[in-house]
């Protein structure tokens, strides 16, 4: 097997700014992208067909993708799949049991008076702050068009770079 490494300068890797053609890769072929080789995010690439390239489209452009992306930052894939069980266990169902009650109340009063006891309006924006948490844990939807945009921007070679 022959491996090259493409990427930081830091790893005495190849140029990063090797394109995925010199690559030379068939249909079928495999590699591995590290993302952020701080705290790595391994992602298996798989050349699935080869396309010919399309007269005004801009290159590189994404065509499809699917799921959510973890934020930035979040410690690596077993961290954040960790954190992410952790956050929407059974503290979860509590939190929609808390807010089912506060809403029932205020449904059946007709009335947002609960509120002006203190201890009750404490209450709401800590719950309130529990679930905002657990929001950025659900991580960004995929998005093809904003891809694009950042892709045309060149955001890919400053994270590319990034390393460096």
């Not at 396309?51 to 954040?80: F, Q, V």
Request: proline share 5%; aromatic share 8%.
């Amino acid at each position: 097997m022959h491996t090259v490494c493409y990427g930081s300068w830091e790893l005495t890797a190849e140029s990063p700014d090797i394109g995925l053609n010199a690559l030379k890769l068939r249909k079928g072929s495999r590699f591995l992208y590290e993302y952020d080789l701080n705290v790595p995010w391994g992602h298996e690439v798989r050349l699935e067909e080869r396309r010919a390239a399309k007269p005004r489209t801009l290159y590189p452009c994404c065509i499809g993708g699917d799921g959510n992306c973890p934020p930035e930052g979040s410690g690596g894939a077993e961290s954040w799949m960790h954190r992410k069980d952790e956050a929407f266990g059974l503290e979860t169902d509590e939190d929609v049991m808390t807010a089912l009650a506060l809403i029932q109340e205020i449904s059946d009063t007709r009335s947002l008076a609960i509120f002006d006891d203190p201890d009750r309006a404490e209450e709401l924006q800590e719950l309130l702050f529990r679930i905002e948490s657990r929001e950025d844990l659900l991580g960004k939807p995929f998005k093809r068009r904003q891809a694009n945009k950042r892709l045309r921007r060149n955001e890919h070679l400053t994270h590319m770079h990034q390393q460096m």
